[in-house]
């Protein structure tokens, strides 16, 4: 079982930038695919970038330029950087991680990411 904790979520104004952190337990870290994805009110659940256990990347198109997934093995850490934010990059945002490519397997809780205009 993997446990995964976010944090870094708040309140920032269209432009601004926040970083994401993403902390997993357990041994096998190096070895996951691990991910963000973001739920808008109302709107499905959907993919923002995953990051694979050889730093192999997939990005949404909508955060290409503005948002960069990274991983740091020895801390069991996956961060995404934001910047450039919109009021439309407003969401929870949740960690994955999947053992077998980029297909989770384990959630975070999430943590709320606001833009305001």
């Known amino acids: 079982q993997v ?13 601004g930038s926040l970083r994401l952190s993403c902390a997993a337990s357990g041994s096998i870290f190096r070895s996951l695919s691990m991910g963000w994805y973001r739920q808008a009110p109302g709107k499905q ?3 923002v970038a995953t990051i694979g256990s050889g730093g192999s ?25 934001m910047n450039s934010l919109k009021p439309e990059d407003t969401a929870v945002y949740y960690c994955n991680a999947g053992r077998y490519g980029p297909y989770p397997d384990y959630w975070g809780h999430g943590t709320q990411v606001t833009v305001s205009s």
């Not at 446990?3 to 432009?15: K, R, Y």
């Not at 990347?57 to 950087?81: M, W």
């Open 57 to 81: 990347i997939i990005e949404a198109d909508s955060v290409k330029g503005r948002f960069t997934i990274s991983r740091d093995n020895a801390k069991n850490t996956v961060y995404l950087q």
């Open 3 to 15: 446990q995964l904790v976010e944090s870094g979520g708040g309140l920032v104004q269209a432009g």
């Open 45 to 47: 659940r959907e993919l």
